[in-house]
Nanobody, 126 residues
Framework: QLELAESGGGLVQPGESLRLSCTSS????????LGWFRQAPGKEREAVAC????????NYADSVKGRFTISRDNAKKTLYLQMSSLKPEDTAVYYC???????????????????WGQGTQVTVSS
């Protein structure tokens, strides 16, 4: 079965950086679009960024554009989220997800993603 596992979360101060990783068990890893989502306490889950299977084209939420970078290493079956200039508003549980093998650019639509990791906590506080 396809499984996803996030790591790299932690406690950081505003302005600092953090890199999240997500390791996949997918046999055909390069066939899946991948995304990062987050959920803060009392709020709905929201899309952060995604990256397509074809051409590795990224898409970002406006709230993180210019600060976060999504990337993938198909040889390592790993998805990354490099986060810089972190703000307290970035505090949330971060989830990685795999789509249904759409083989097109990602649209930050959670309904396109069918497999989810357990999440990793990111806390930004002084």
């Amino acid at each position: 079965q396809l499984e996803l596992a996030e790591s790299g979360g932690g406690l950081v101060q505003p302005g600092e950086s953090l890199r999240l990783s997500c390791t996949s068990s997918a046999f055909m890893f390069d066939y899946y679009g991948l995304g990062w989502f987050r959920q803060a306490p009392g709020k709905e889950r929201e899309a952060v960024a995604c990256i397509s299977a074809k051409d590795h084209l990224p898409n970002y939420a406006d709230s993180v554009k210019g600060r976060f970078t999504i990337s993938r290493d198909n040889a390592k079956k790993t998805l990354y989220l490099q986060m810089s200039s972190l703000k307290p508003e970035d505090t949330a549980v971060y989830y990685c997800a795999a789509d249904h093998g759409l083989l097109r650019e990602c649209l930050l639509d959670s309904s396109d993603f069918g497999t989810w990791g357990q999440g990793t906590q990111v806390t930004v506080s002084s």
